[in-house]
């Protein structure tokens, strides 16, 4: 049995081996990503909501103009109140944002707090109109009270970072946006749209960590039960050959070196035919 896998050992089976080799640590590794994104999704819930559960506070409060990053992290998704006035004039876009499978941008609105000091509102959510310009959506006027939940503008994700560098760089802005979930006076535009509520849920991580898993395992147990069948099949066909006529080498050398040069030539398409089999029964 050893002598009839040596062929196994050949320059085109070795690149085999070791692409198989190596396409099984990427998966595990794969697999292992995945698990470290659930943990960091569930740290992410805990998070949230051990903020959730603290006292509301006025913004004001809890952040000042001159804070840093270490006061944001601290202070981000605890639910806070701002009243103010809208400096709608300074409205920023928030671009490459989706709603509902819908594309458009993030209104953040500047609200003039009673020390002094702004802070950015992440108002809602404003699609395109027919000619490609975003749809108006006025703030209210007056005097008006938000509360929402303080988010940290780095991780917004996407453009939001560049988007709110003009209104975060200003004096006298707080570093952190309020993304609004209620206002009095309500907001008086149709076109805008609430953004949801944060999402807790874990994702589909831990399934796709188990898939990497299983086509792991499928790898480590498949290509060696794929090379015992194809030199099974191999050894079947030289001794096919040495029963032939001239099999007993009065005459049938040059048949038999044609055998072993077509069964070597035919390795790859055996290891094809056996992994579309083990496939089609894993399926």
Not at 170 to 195: F, I, K, N, W
Request: proline share 6%; no cysteine; aromatic share 6%.
């Amino acid at each position: 049995m050893v002598a009839r896998a040596r062929f196994l050992l050949g320059p085109k089976w070795l690149l085999s081996h070791l692409f198989v080799v190596v396409l099984i640590v990427v998966m595990i590794n794969l697999g292992f990503w995945q698990l470290r994104r659930l943990d960091e999704k569930r740290d992410r819930n805990d998070l949230i909501e051990s903020r959730m559960d603290q006292p509301e506070v006025a913004v004001d409060d809890l952040l000042a103009a001159d804070d840093g990053d270490l006061a944001v992290d601290e202070a981000r998704f605890r639910r806070v109140t701002a009243t103010g006035t809208y400096e709608d004039d300074d409205t920023v876009e928030v671009r490459n944002q989706s709603l509902d499978g819908s594309p458009g941008a993030w209104l953040v609105t500047p609200l003039r707090l009673a020390g002094g000091e702004r802070v950015g509102v992440i108002r809602g959510f404003v699609g395109f109109e027919p000619d490609g310009s975003f749809a108006p959506a006025p703030a209210p006027e007056g005097r008006v009270t938000v509360t929402g939940l303080v988010m940290d503008p780095d991780r917004l994700g996407r453009t939001a970072g560049r988007d709110l560098e003009p209104l975060l760089g200003a004096d006298g802005v707080l570093p952190a946006v309020v993304q609004a979930e209620t206002s009095d006076p309500a907001e008086p535009a149709d076109a805008l749209r609430p953004l949801p509520a944060l999402e807790l849920s874990e994702g589909p991580h831990l399934s796709y960590a188990v898939q990497w898993f299983v086509f792991s395992t499928i790898g480590v147990v498949g290509y060696p039960l794929v090379l015992r069948r194809v030199v099974a099949r191999r050894g079947k066909e030289v001794d096919d050959a040495g029963d032939a006529p001239g099999g007993d080498g009065t005459g049938g050398g040059d048949a038999t070196a044609g055998n072993d040069t077509a069964g070597a030539a035919g390795a790859s398409d055996d290891l094809d035919r056996e992994l579309e089999e083990l496939l089609r029964k894993g399926s």
